[in-house]
């Protein structure tokens, strides 16, 4: 493994940090919730928490945002009169009635909480559809940017970073990323960033759990155990949010998880025991998700992906425009694609900027061998194979919406390598707060326009090029002065291993 660093203690975390970082994300997202649908993706999402939680059925034809009331109150924003007319077209055909072709799991849940808004004495959908909008939101897409908030400040203290840091990073993943366009109305890429921020933070603290054990020569305590629970829990509901992505977070950290436990003195009792808690905690997530799919559509894989179920009349979908398929005329095509999804227009960067420092930190990770490091190539692992799947699968850049919405939880995989990146080098922090303040200038713009804006923000390519040369402006200064004697590059001390 070659030398091992020190852990740095985390900072103590006091009730009112956690407390005012609950508070604060719940504020926020509860204040940009938006009382209408906007698009056929959220239309469906909320057509099918209505139908279930008011008429028991996954059927959605007789739902408001089916069939639109003609006298209003409308479930879509007014501007919208060609939702207001068709309603959602996100759905399949089968057996004759329309459902909706999303994974049935957050509707679901979302329909738990509308049953106890309606036991409450509450309006149903129809009786006050702004009402129903908003709270389905916040209690969807909400909850997944205060999720990213408690996710990414819990990953600043376990790795040791000062409270500042702490606070900052959570700023920008919560308001200078793509978090928050993403909480404004329902959809699953906001809702799964938040899962995916508990996560990484979990999969670091239960890494650094088994290091230390190993280091001591002691099997696992009881918090690693808990830890490794929880891990199973969010994994397995990430699966159930994305049926590309979501998978693919479970699998990468499972293999993680296993690969830690490999490395304990005690792993020939361990390793089955940690595999069997993590697919077991996963177990119910997965089952929920492949029962009700397989109840509705007959099939265990996605339902969308059965072309039967797109034909009927007026339908938008066909095979040529289907995701899930290769898409491209030849390997140069889909290299341009893929690398537009990254650094173009609607780029995963431009629309974050201050993730432009994980791949630097991601070489520092790997060069000084730190004790996170098998969780970041896990992260990162997982940020690459979901990238390349949808650049493979895809030709629309997830189509009308702010940035590419697909590549939404993949924000928690890059502030968890930059994170440490910043903590080993601690001269990069002028990089960080220069490329932070575009990034929150950029999450502005995108809360301002919402979700489903198609176009490119208004000032995009101002604060894109701007962000870009002030950077290099501050590196070009930074390296200046290191070649002028005038600063000398930190390093941080190994641990004597027995000492650790």
Same mark, same amino acid.
């Given at each position: 493994?070659?030398?091992?660093?020190?852990?740095?203690?985390?900072?103590?975390?006091?009730?009112?940090?956690?407390?005012?970082?609950?508070?604060?994300?719940?504020?926020?997202?509860?204040?940009?919730?938006?009382?209408?649908?906007?698009?056929?993706?959220?239309?469906?999402?909320?057509?099918?928490?209505?139908?279930?939680?008011?008429?028991?059925?996954?059927?959605?034809?007789?739902?408001?945002?089916?069939?639109?009331?003609?006298?209003?109150?409308?479930?879509?924003?007014?501007?919208?009169?060609?939702?207001?007319?068709?309603?959602?077209?996100?759905?399949?055909?089968?057996?004759?009635?329309?459902?909706?072709?999303?994974?049935?799991?957050?509707?679901?849940?979302?329909?738990?909480?509308?049953?106890?808004?309606?036991?409450?004495?509450?309006?149903?959908?129809?009786?006050?559809?702004?009402?129903?909008?908003?709270?389905?939101?916040?209690?969807?897409?909400?909850?997944?940017?205060?999720?990213?908030?408690?996710?990414?400040?819990?990953?600043?203290?376990?790795?040791?970073?000062?409270?500042?840091?702490?606070?900052?990073?959570?700023?920008?993943?919560?308001?200078?990323?793509?978090?928050?366009?993403?909480?404004?109305?329902?959809?699953?890429?906001?809702?799964?960033?938040?899962?995916?921020?508990?996560?990484?933070?979990?999969?670091?603290?239960?890494?650094?759990?088994?290091?230390?054990?190993?280091?001591?020569?002691?099997?696992?305590?009881?918090?690693?155990?808990?830890?490794?629970?929880?891990?199973?829990?969010?994994?397995?509901?990430?699966?159930?949010?994305?049926?590309?992505?979501?998978?693919?977070?479970?699998?990468?950290?499972?293999?993680?998880?296993?690969?830690?436990?490999?490395?304990?003195?005690?792993?020939?009792?361990?390793?089955?025991?940690?595999?069997?808690?993590?697919?077991?905690?996963?177990?119910? &997530? =997965?089952?929920?998700?492949?029962?009700? $799919?397989? %109840?509705?559509?007959?099939?265990?894989?996605? *339902?969308? /992906? #059965?072309? +039967?179920?797109?034909?009927?009349?007026?339908?938008?979908?066909?095979?040529?425009?289907?995701?899930?398929?290769?898409?491209?005329?030849?390997?140069?095509?889909?290299?341009?694609?893929?690398?537009?999804?990254?650094?173009?227009?609607?780029?995963?960067?431009?629309?974050?900027?201050?993730?432009?420092?994980?791949?630097?930190?991601? &070489? =520092?990770?790997?060069?000084?061998?730190? $004790?996170? %490091?098998?969780?970041?190539?896990?992260?990162? *692992?997982? /940020? #690459?194979? +979901?990238?390349?799947?949808?650049?493979?699968?895809?030709?629309?850049?997830?189509?009308?919406?702010?940035?590419?919405?697909?590549?939404?939880?993949?924000?928690?995989?890059?502030?968890?390598?930059?994170?440490?990146?910043?903590?080993?080098?601690?001269?990069?922090?002028?990089?960080?707060?220069?490329?932070?303040?575009?990034?929150?200038?950029?999450?502005?713009?995108?809360?301002?326009?919402?979700?489903?804006?198609?176009?490119?923000?208004?000032?995009?390519?101002?604060?894109?090029?701007?962000?870009?040369?002030?950077?290099?402006?501050?590196?070009?200064?930074?390296?200046?002065?290191?070649?002028?004697?005038?600063?000398?590059?930190?390093?941080?001390?190994?641990?004597?291993?027995?000492?650790?």
């Amino acid at each position: 493994m070659g030398k091992v660093f020190a852990f740095r203690p985390a900072p103590r975390s006091v009730a009112s940090d956690w407390l005012l970082v609950l508070v604060s994300a719940s504020v926020v997202a509860w204040l940009s919730a938006r009382p209408y649908a906007g698009s056929w993706n959220d239309g469906s999402r909320l057509a099918a928490a209505e139908a279930l939680a008011e008429r028991n059925t996954w059927s959605i034809d007789d739902s408001i945002f089916v069939r639109v009331p003609s006298d209003g109150p409308w479930p879509y924003a007014a501007e919208a009169m060609g939702l207001n007319v068709c309603g959602t077209l996100d759905k399949l055909c089968i057996d004759g009635r329309f459902y909706s072709d999303k994974p049935p799991v957050q509707a679901w849940l979302m329909a738990q909480v509308h049953k106890l808004n309606l036991a409450c004495g509450g309006p149903t959908a129809r009786q006050d559809p702004q009402f129903f909008c908003k709270w389905m939101t916040w209690c969807s897409s909400g909850l997944g940017l205060v999720l990213t908030a408690l996710g990414v400040f819990a990953l600043g203290g376990y790795l040791g970073l000062s409270r500042l840091m702490r606070w900052s990073l959570t700023l920008l993943g919560c308001v200078g990323s793509t978090a928050l366009p993403y909480a404004q109305q329902v959809n699953q890429h906001g809702l799964l960033l938040g899962v995916a921020s508990v996560y990484a933070a979990l999969l670091v603290r239960w890494g650094q759990g088994i290091t230390q054990a190993k280091q001591q020569g002691r099997p696992m305590r009881r918090e690693d155990w808990i830890v490794l629970l929880w891990l199973g829990w969010f994994g397995g509901w990430a699966y159930t949010i994305d049926l590309a992505v979501g998978p693919l977070l479970w699998g990468c950290g499972g293999i993680c998880v296993v690969a830690r436990a490999w490395m304990l003195p005690q792993r020939r009792g361990h390793l089955w025991t940690v595999l069997s808690l993590y697919g077991l905690c996963s177990a119910g &997530w =997965i089952g929920l998700h492949h029962l009700w $799919n397989y %109840l509705i559509a007959g099939t265990i894989g996605p *339902a969308n /992906a #059965v072309p +039967a179920y797109l034909h009927w009349p007026g339908s938008p979908f066909h095979a040529g425009n289907m995701t899930g398929r290769w898409k491209h005329p030849h390997f140069g095509a889909f290299c341009l694609y893929a690398l537009d999804m990254l650094v173009g227009k609607k780029g995963f960067f431009p629309h974050q900027m201050f993730l432009w420092l994980a791949p630097a930190s991601l &070489w =520092i990770a790997g060069r000084r061998r730190v $004790n996170e %490091l098998p969780e970041l190539l896990a992260l990162s *692992a997982w /940020a #690459v194979l +979901a990238w390349l799947a949808y650049a493979v699968a895809s030709n629309n850049y997830s189509g009308v919406c702010c940035s590419i919405r697909w590549l939404v939880p993949l924000v928690a995989a890059g502030i968890a390598v930059v994170a440490v990146g910043l903590r080993e080098r601690p001269d990069w922090q002028n990089d960080g707060w220069c490329l932070g303040c575009f990034s929150l200038l950029m999450g502005l713009g995108m809360a301002w326009k919402g979700p489903w804006y198609g176009q490119v923000l208004p000032g995009f390519w101002l604060l894109y090029l701007g962000g870009l040369v002030t950077w290099g402006i501050v590196r070009w200064r930074a390296s200046k002065s290191v070649r002028s004697g005038e600063t000398t590059m930190p390093s941080r001390q190994p641990l004597d291993r027995a000492a650790a």
